[in-house]
């Protein structure tokens, strides 16, 4: 029979209530936001619906599909969903549990999962600013804009992708989560990730970049975990006593659970971290035919058309063309307007298989030649036209922006700031 060395203490009533709620709250915000089994997909493809349209008179259709964004309708409505919950369970756990001395134990399993999931998930993208696959540098398209065209969240991707030391910076900042794992130093990694996570959460916020639910509740999660020691750092930092951090009190466990926590702690530093830089390498790798492409003569069917005859033909004069990664690629057409389009390349046959990442119908079968290190010809058909286009390549467009070849420089008799 497990025994404990937990002194039974009297929790107030007041502590008891928010518990109830914490430990709700939590547990559904994770099983509904990362429902990756789709258990209770069904359920809540339901409720959220009705509660947009008779709670707060949604008029339009509320998706559940993943758009890049957590900051949809249907997430926002089921963080709304999720805190009704919350309530609801708090008030009948409350009457039901009346006489409860504390909820120690509870306690301390809530913190071990909160305490993994924020690890893990913050070594995720923390290895994702070390390799650079979340901020990449800037691209052609976005040094070809100006400030004023581009969004705010394009704005502070650009300013963050610019410089591979401050990814570092941040990458490392928050892959010190792993001190999350261990009792000893999760104060001292708390503190390093709520300052960490409120840069983060005022990056998304005043930039507006859709990750506001999910930076915020990481956050939560980090405060609350920091809670259980907020006295002890007041008294430390404000009136200066003399304090000892406490550790959150841990069950007596068989001598087999603590010994497959040591082995759980060893898997995630050894091999989540290995993980989480190898799944995140291959997000924005470089493709074989990276550079700018520069139309030097475009043919539809063996003719060479201008862009109002090409339009006759449902085919909009190229102007360039921009290839970075290998899932994606950029085409100007005469109109100066942008279509992007996923990329299926086959390098040993010298095939490129384009697909419109708007219209899926878009489909471009070409073939490519590198004749030499500028020129470039692909030929090929869109539904019953051949078309014909010979580049003028450009592999490091980068060196001719300022914004990109400026470089670090120790000594500044002025300001360079132009």
């Known amino acids: 029979m497990e025994s404990t060395s937990l002194v039974i203490t009297q929790w107030s009533k007041t502590k008891k209530i928010l518990f109830r709620f914490f430990f709700t709250y939590f547990v559904l915000f994770l099983l509904f936001m990362h429902d990756f089994s789709n258990i209770f997909t069904f359920f809540l493809s339901k409720?959220?619906?009705?509660?947009?349209?008779?709670?707060?008179?949604?008029?339009?259709?509320?998706?559940?599909?993943?758009?890049?964004?957590?900051?949809?309708?249907?997430?926002?409505?089921?963080?709304?969903?999720?805190?009704?919950?919350?309530?609801?369970?708090?008030?009948?756990?409350?009457?039901?549990?009346?006489?409860?001395?504390?909820?120690?134990?509870?306690?301390?399993?809530?913190?071990?999962?909160?305490?993994?999931?924020?690890?893990?998930?913050?070594?995720?993208?923390?290895?994702?600013?070390?390799?650079?696959?979340?901020?990449?540098?800037?691209?052609?398209?976005?040094?070809?804009?100006?400030?004023?065209?581009?969004?705010?969240?394009?704005?502070?991707?650009?300013?963050?992708?610019?410089?591979?030391?401050?990814?570092?910076?941040?990458?490392?900042?928050?892959?010190?989560?792993?001190l999350l794992l261990f009792r000893r130093t999760l104060t001292f990694g708390l503190i390093i990730t709520v300052a960490t996570l409120a840069n983060v959460v005022a990056i998304n916020f005043f930039y507006d970049v859709p990750v506001k639910i999910v930076s915020s509740h990481l956050l939560l999660i980090a405060l609350f975990l920091l809670a259980y020691n907020v006295k002890d750092l007041y008294e430390f930092f404000f009136l200066k006593k003399p304090v000892e951090i406490k550790h959150i009190e841990k069950p007596r466990l068989k001598s087999w659970m603590n010994k497959t926590f040591v082995v759980i702690k060893i898997i995630i530093i050894f091999l989540a971290i290995p993980y989480a830089l190898y799944s995140r390498m291959g997000s924005n790798e470089e493709s074989p035919l990276k550079g700018y492409y520069e139309v030097k003569e475009f043919k539809v069917n063996d003719s060479v058309y201008s862009a109002s005859e090409v339009t006759r033909y449902e085919i909009t004069k190229w102007k360039d063309m921009l290839i970075e990664s290998k899932q994606w690629m950029r085409i100007k057409k005469g109109d100066d307007k942008t279509s992007w389009y996923g990329i299926d390349l086959n390098e040993e046959k010298n095939k490129l298989k384009l697909t419109g990442y708007r219209d899926s119908t878009e489909v471009y079968n070409l073939k490519y030649k590198e004749i030499d290190t500028t020129n470039f010809i692909i030929r090929g058909s869109l539904k019953s036209d051949s078309i014909h286009v010979k580049f003028n390549k450009t592999k490091d467009y980068r060196k001719n922006y300022l914004l990109t070849n400026r470089g670090f420089h120790w000594i500044n008799e002025r300001p360079y700031n132009r």
């Open 47 to 178: 409720i959220i619906p009705w509660f947009g349209e008779n709670i707060f008179n949604i008029n339009y259709e509320i998706k559940s599909v993943f758009t890049g964004s957590s900051d949809t309708t249907y997430n926002y409505i089921l963080i709304f969903t999720v805190f009704l919950f919350s309530i609801l369970s708090t008030i009948i756990w409350s009457l039901l549990d009346r006489k409860r001395t504390n909820y120690k134990k509870l306690y301390y399993w809530l913190t071990v999962s909160l305490r993994f999931y924020l690890a893990l998930i913050l070594i995720s993208y923390g290895m994702a600013k070390i390799i650079k696959t979340q901020f990449p540098y800037p691209s052609y398209n976005r040094l070809n804009q100006t400030y004023g065209e581009s969004s705010p969240m394009g704005l502070a991707w650009t300013f963050l992708g610019f410089s591979k030391g401050y990814n570092l910076f941040m990458g490392f900042a928050e892959v010190a989560a792993v």
